[in-house]
């Protein structure tokens, strides 16, 4: 079985030019965890997911780094959370997606999409065809899918 015979290919995605605030709009309307972030080409440059979001909003404390020659303090947040919380909504997407996505070719067999899903310990696989999205699978597809025979 192949990743375009289980993607799912109406995917939700932000563009590069988008605000977080766009992408939590979608996190809550289409009760999803994460979007791929695309160019004006649909290509994906970018991941942004609710861990990117709990990164940012949670509690930051202070690092303290203590060597031989030098001792130097990180301060943690200096505002409190809803400070942070609205700061986030007006930062532009790429800001706090990651850069390095993991994408799999929408001829990809599904043993490998498994494979790299656990691997990489990440949740969704965006498909792509010729370098432009065109599905995305999730955990619960490969399940799905792998299992509806025996079940």
């Known amino acids: 079985m192949q990743a375009h015979e289980i993607m799912i290919k109406q995917v939700y995605k932000v563009k590069e030019t988008d605000t977080v605030r766009s992408v939590i709009e979608r996190f809550i309307e289409y009760r999803i965890s994460g979007l791929p972030i695309v160019n004006e080409r649909n290509e994906i440059v970018s ?10 909003i949670g509690k930051h404390r202070d690092v303290v780094v203590d060597s031989i020659y030098y ?3 990180f301060k943690g947040d200096q505002e409190d959370f809803e400070q942070r919380a609205q700061r986030l909504l007006d930062l532009n997407v790429k800001e706090i997606g990651k850069k390095k996505v993991y994408t799999v070719s929408w001829d990809e067999e599904i043993e490998n999409i498994a494979a790299i899903l656990g691997k990489k310990q990440i949740k969704k696989l965006p498909v792509e065809r010729n370098g432009v999205l065109v599905g995305i699978i999730s955990r619960g597809d490969v399940i799905r899918h792998s299992f509806k025979s025996f079940l």
């Not at 991941?47 to 940012?56: E, F, H, L, P």
């Open 71 to 73: 001792v130097a303090v």
């Open 47 to 56: 991941y942004v997911s609710d861990g990117d979001i709990m990164r940012y």
